[in-house]
């Protein structure tokens, strides 16, 4: 009689993102009348998706800080100088996932560290799964948006301004919207 081994594997799948179909938008008050958005242009990262236990899926996510546009060059030299990001010191921003926590239905909770100019804090991003599905290419693609809230402080981004009728120049509370489109790795 023989003895057949069976290996019973999880199936992980590991995606890409897109970033020529992805976006990672912010938002900040400005002289406490107005909002200012910019984005980073260039976003790159893998998601691992453990397709029989959600909750255990992984991001690992890098965002090139020299990539922020705001649509006014002058502020995003401003942005990018030791006043702001320092980018020639801290050259990306980071996102590593370390739980999912499924919310109901294609939304859930991605908790992980966001590591901006040299300090890591622990953010949770309320993220839904917005399709999955075949592209014309033989490729799969998967669509997921997310946003959160962070405080610019919390992670050494101080600089302000104060300004004559009272108030700052730049608001502390930054609003993160995420859309982000990803690729199957073929195995």
Partial sequence: MSTVATRVTTPVTT?????????VE???RHLMI?????????VQGTVRID???????????????????????????????????D???????????TRVEKTGGDSFTLVGTL??????????????????????????????SAKTQ??????GLTWNQLLEAGGVAVGDDIKIAIDVELLR???
């Fill in 15 to 23: 995606w890409k993102i897109d970033a020529s179909h992805s976006h």
């Fill in 26 to 28: 912010f938002a900040v």
């Fill in 34 to 42: 107005t909002t200012v958005k910019g984005r980073f242009g260039d």
């Fill in 51 to 85: 397709e029989t236990d959600f909750s255990k899926s992984e991001a690992d996510i890098t965002i090139d800080v020299a990539s922020i546009d705001t649509r006014e060059p002058q502020r995003d030299a401003h942005l990018k100088s030791a006043d702001f990001f």
């Fill in 87 to 97: 980018a020639e010191t801290y050259p990306t921003i980071t996102f590593k996932s």
């Fill in 115 to 144: 590591t901006i100019h040299g300090v890591t804090e622990e953010v949770a991003l309320d993220v839904t799964h917005e399709g999955r599905g075949n592209d014309p290419w033989g490729g799969e693609r998967a669509g997921f």
């Fill in 150 to 155: 962070i405080k610019r402080s919390r992670f």
């Fill in 185 to 187: 790795v073929k195995e």
